[in-house]
């Protein structure tokens, strides 16, 4: 779509915006959020879906959304158990039909003040326009610096740029909606396929607000399993690395035979050793159980995309077929 035809579309209200809102154990939130995400959207455009995805919620959030729908236009797509965020944001992209989708969470903590920003800078013609948190101020310090040290070693080890403190919170052209339904694979970090897919994307800083209600489902286990995806979808240095860890040990220890043999040679066979041939043993045998490990955690994941499974079963989907 051509920047002239984007900007006219705003101009007369009728861009087609998609928003999509995971929802896990948000009954807390959903009174409050949808009327004031209906608000915001009502001053852009005349032309708007909400797609509401209940990730397996084990409280009232689907019984209140479902009550909110006869008075806001929201579809919900009800998964039958927690699938999780990506999954749930998969869903919501595979099912919405606007000319841009705009993610965002339903805990308040991503300000519905930015869209209007959002937009303005899809006008003049970015594809992707994703929100980067200023403070993670309210995470405790081993998240952030776990965070931190995800972020670098992505960086080094992967192909793509995913950017600092970038999260979900974003918007996206029809061009990329469609590009990142066209992935086959069933295991999503969707911060790495936001990258891969490219286009024209711009960074909008913003401060992250506290939770108004309910609470994290991120705890540091999580989150760990989270990277660790991160990590073994985008890159297969991990598992190449031990070739050349191979290398090296084989070279020092030819090096170390040689010495040897030359040193009988010389002196005789008078030879002390039993704990340094202990610590090579125990050493050795460390390094292949975590290359095992490592190369497991890679056939786990081929596994998984070879079953070819659902990436997520829906229970109820409501307001699709009006
Ligand atoms: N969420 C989800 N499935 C999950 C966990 C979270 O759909 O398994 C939703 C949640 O309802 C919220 C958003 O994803 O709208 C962000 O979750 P949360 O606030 O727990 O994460 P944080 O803001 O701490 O990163
Ligand atoms: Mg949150």
Redesign the pocket.
């Known amino acids: 779509m051509s920047i002239n035809h984007r900007l006219q579309l705003i101009q007369n209200k009728a861009v087609f915006i998609s928003c999509v809102?995971?929802?896990?154990?948000?009954a807390a939130n959903v009174e409050s959020f949808f009327p004031e995400l209906t608000a915001v959207l009502q001053k852009l455009t005349d032309k708007y879906e909400i797609i509401a995805?209940d990730?397996?919620s084990k409280d009232k959030t689907i019984e209140k959304t479902l009550a909110l729908a006869e008075r806001y236009p929201i579809k919900l797509i009800a998964f039958s158990r927690?699938?999780?965020?990506e999954t749930?944001?998969t869903a919501g992209l595979e099912n919405c039909s606007g000319d841009v989708a705009i993610i965002i969470?339903?805990?308040f903590?991503h300000p519905l003040t930015l869209l209007p920003e959002f937009l303005k800078n899809w006008a003049e013609g970015y594809d992707m326009v994703y929100g980067v948190r200023n403070n993670r101020n309210n995470e405790s310090a081993i998240k952030r610096n776990f965070a931190n040290l995800f972020y670098w070693l992505m960086a080094k080890i992967t192909k793509i740029t995913i950017p600092n403190n970038a999260?979900?919170f974003r918007l996206l052209d029809r061009k990329v909606i469609d590009a990142m339904n066209s992935f086959k694979e069933s295991t999503r970090f969707m911060k790495g396929l936001y990258a891969w897919v490219g286009f024209k994307s711009l960074a909008v800083p913003f401060d992250v607000q506290e939770?108004t209600a309910?609470?994290?489902?991120?705890g540091l286990g999580r989150l760990t399993e989270l990277a660790i995806t991160g990590i073994t979808s985008f890159s297969d240095i991990p598992l190449r690395v031990w070739g050349f860890i191979g290398f090296i040990v084989s070279l020092i220890s030819l090096i170390y035979a040689i010495y040897i043999v030359t040193v009988t040679l010389l002196f005789g066979a008078d030879l002390p050793g039993f704990p340094s041939i202990i610590v090579a043993v125990m050493f050795l045998g460390g390094v292949q159980l975590l290359s095992i490990g490592i190369m497991g955690e890679y056939i786990a994941r081929i596994f998984t995309e070879v079953k070819q499974r659902p990436k997520y079963i829906i229970e109820k989907k409501y307001g699709f077929d009006q």
Do not use: C, H, M, T
């Not at 809102?21 to 948000?26: A, F, G, S, T």
């Not at 927690?82 to 965020?85: E, R, T």
């Not at 309910?214 to 991120?218: E, I, L, V």
């Open positions: 809102v995971p929802l896990y154990n948000e995805i990730d397996g927690n699938f999780g965020k749930a944001l969470d339903a805990d903590q999260g979900d939770r309910g609470k994290s489902s991120w």
